[in-house]
């Protein structure tokens, strides 16, 4: 699936970085260069995220360990959240939480009830340096939190304790596309 283009799109679909691999587990840099080449990326991800008919995704997840991450997420209501942000930083959560299922284009085909707040807002920038501030409610929060974690070096099997943990990391595991190291 490496560098395929996407009907339709100008981006090219590119290889996931699995759960397991190094560049998940490492925090990302700040984007600096704001040209050409982050616009790529971005159509990438997005094109990536598609193919992987994911409703986020991370510049890590395709190996990039750069601070960007795009989305096409709903909220709990039904109402569709599309875009990206570039240096984004999660500066509040609030509301009550909530332990729903929660699965990761880098873990595919696996699942866990992972603690989320109800209520989120990122700051960050567009591909061009603009400033950017996204609020969600509901599952489109979740997405929030989720790719904030990935750019911080944080997989969602990281906020699981105890039994959850144990199972998720199994199942990782023994999942087609492992072993993990």
């Known amino acids: ?6 009907p339709g799109s100008s981006g090219l679909i590119r ?12 925090p990302c840099e700040d984007v600096t260069d704001f040209g050409p080449a982050l616009a790529r ?9 598609y193919a992987a008919q994911g409703v986020g995704l991370a510049a890590n997840q395709i190996g990039v360990p750069l601070k960007v991450f795009v989305y096409d997420c709903p909220d709990d209501d039904d109402v569709r959240h599309l ?24 873990l595919p085909g696996l699942e866990a009830g992972t603690d989320r707040f109800d209520h989120a807002v990122v700051e960050g920038t567009d591909m ?22 990935h750019l911080g ?19 990782a595991r023994r999942a087609p596309w492992g072993p993990i190291g």
């Open 83 to 106: 875009g990206h942000l570039v240096n984004p930083k999660l500066v509040e959560v609030d509301g009550i939480t909530v332990r729903g299922p929660e699965g990761c284009l880098s």
């Open 128 to 149: 061009d340096g603009a400033p950017l501030r996204v609020t969600g409610t509901g599952w489109f929060a979740r997405c929030l939190q989720h790719e904030c974690d």
């Open 15 to 26: 290889a996931m970085s699995l759960y397991g691999d190094p560049v998940l587990h490492s």
């Open 153 to 171: 070096g944080t997989v969602y099997t990281d906020r699981l304790t105890g039994l959850r943990r144990t199972r998720a990391v199994r199942a």
């Open 41 to 49: 990326l971005v159509e990438d991800m997005f094109a990536t995220m």
């Open 1 to 6: 699936m490496r560098n395929r283009p996407i």
